[in-house]
């Protein structure tokens, strides 16, 4: 069965950096986009960054573009975040999605482009 496993969350103060990773298994890994989302304390969850199945498009929401970097390895079937320059805001449990097909759309924001999640982790940006 599908799996989507995220790790990497934690403690970073503002202006550090943390990479979460997410193992996926169970499926063709690299025949589908990925995307992350992340859930604040209080609101609705909110598409962050995706990827495209062969990494040639990769998108961001505005609030953390020039921040964040989405990568994947298709060999490792894992799908990476890098996150620098934190800000208190960015403080919540991220989730991994699988998306249903390759590449990504303007529909890419909503849940239900996405038929997999994984369980999250959790990332607090805190002095």
């Not at 990479?19 to 996926?24: E, F, I, N, P």
């Not at 929401?61 to 989405?70: E, N, Q």
């Not at 990476?80 to 590449?103: F, I, V």
Request: hydrophobic content about 30%; overall charge neutral.
């Amino acid at each position: 069965q599908v799996q989507l496993v995220e790790s990497g969350g934690g403690l970073a103060q503002p202006g550090g950096s943390l990479r979460l990773s997410c193992a996926a298994s169970g499926f063709t890994f690299d025949s589908y986009a990925m995307s992350w989302f992340r859930q604040a304390p209080g609101k609705g969850r909110e598409w962050v960054s995706g990827i495209w199945s062969d990494s040639t498009h990769t998108h961001y929401s505005d609030s953390v573009k020039g921040r964040f970097t989405i990568s994947r390895d298709n060999a490792k079937n894992t799908v990476y975040l890098q996150m620098n320059d934190l800000k208190p805001e960015d403080t919540g449990l991220y989730y991994c999605a699988k998306g249903r097909t390759s590449a990504l759309f303007a529909t890419m924001r909503l849940d239900n482009e996405y038929d997999f999640w994984g369980q999250g982790t959790q990332v607090t940006v805190s002095s």
